[in-house]
């Protein structure tokens, strides 16, 4: 991995000519990420970021932290003891240099030693799950990092939308997968990440596959084609 965005996180960070983020996947095209959206404000959050936020509580693990801008928010203006928890070192370092206590980079199904009372996984939480296939073996991950009482709050997009419609309302859906297992990459300043997996999920496959693996789902909010779901053990 070469880290492009931590590249990108950390140029902005440190004022180093940093220059907007690319990403495409296996059915979109080349489309723009503007680093500074990965440091936005509470305020600037959208309703579902905002509602996860909200609803935080505990002893929190913040997954796919990026830049950190959740993890702070819960920890300077709710007081959590929060850890900011993502794959990419360079992402963490600027998470521990802005201020956040706890921060560490690693994959998620390689950390243990604590349980938690929220975990949060947010700006399409379920997209580390990789494919339908690996599902299980995040879900289990989480249960196990996941205190009894406590609570997972993730969102997720049903892309369906962007497949071609028929003049019946039917949709067009590519045979052999879920059409929302995609390859997912990203370009910054020139280079390119090989390619990685990456799930949308439409809240009743996550639903299945949560209930399947010990979880009671419900989900909290909807906005257009985007939801955020609430897991807790059963």
């Avoid at 579902?48 to 913040?62: C, F, N, V």
Wanted: hydrophobic share 35%; aromatic share 12%.
């Amino acid at each position: 991995m070469k880290d492009l965005m931590g590249k990108a996180i950390w140029d902005f960070y440190h004022d180093e000519n940093p220059e907007d983020l690319q990403t495409e996947t296996s059915i979109s095209e080349l489309d723009e990420l503007p680093v500074d959206y990965l440091f936005r404000d509470f305020e600037d959050m959208n309703d579902i970021e905002q509602k996860a936020l909200e609803l935080s509580q505990g002893k929190t693990l913040d997954i796919g932290a990026g830049a950190g801008s959740h993890s702070l928010y819960l920890q300077n203006e709710k007081n959590l003891d929060v850890t900011a928890l993502d794959i990419s070192p360079k992402s963490i370092e600027v998470c521990q240099l802005r201020g956040i206590k706890k921060a560490i980079s690693q994959n998620m199904l390689e950390f243990s030693g604590e349980t938690f009372d929220t975990i949060l996984l947010l700006m399409n939480g379920t997209g580390i799950f990789e494919s339908l296939e690996k599902i299980d073996t995040y879900l289990k991950k989480l249960h196990f990092l996941l205190k009894e009482n406590g609570q997972i709050l993730i969102d997720s997009t049903d892309i369906l939308y962007m497949f071609d419609k028929d003049y019946d309302g039917g949709v067009y859906i590519p045979a052999g997968g879920y059409y929302g297992e995609l390859d997912y990459i990203v370009h910054y300043k020139g280079e390119s990440e090989e390619p990685i997996k990456w799930l949308y999920l439409d809240f009743y496959t996550l639903k299945n596959a949560a209930e399947n693996n010990g979880f009671n789902i419900e989900k909290v909010l909807q906005d257009e084609d985007s939801y955020l779901a609430r897991l807790t053990k059963k």
